[in-house]
């Protein structure tokens, strides 16, 4: 198994709501926007301590951040169509 296999795998073990059908069909292309943001929470935290993104969010991990979109949050939706957007997914 590929190291992105892996992290693939520990993102969907660990978020259960990305696989769910309804979810990804609100917000398309979750799965990569919220493996982009692991990913780069990881790095900030380990490089920094904090992820400044999360904090905002009010959230401590990708799940926090899933979460609240699922709840309709509506700046957790925003970040999620500008990110969409900028990343080109």
Do not use: C, H, W
Not at 31 to 47: E, M, N, P, R, W
Not at 55 to 73: H, P
Not at 75 to 83: D, G, Q
């Amino acid at each position: 198994m590929s190291s992105i296999d892996e992290v693939t795998k520990e993102l969907l073990e660990n978020n259960p709501i990305l696989l769910d059908e309804e979810f990804n069909r609100r917000y398309p292309s979750i799965g990569d926007v919220s493996s982009f943001l692991d990913d780069f929470a990881k790095t900030q935290i380990k490089l920094a301590g904090r992820y400044d993104f999360f904090d905002r969010m009010g959230v401590d991990s990708i799940g926090g951040y899933l979460e609240k979109l699922n709840k309709n949050d509506e700046r957790a939706i925003k970040s999620y169509e500008r990110l969409k957007k900028n990343l080109g997914f």
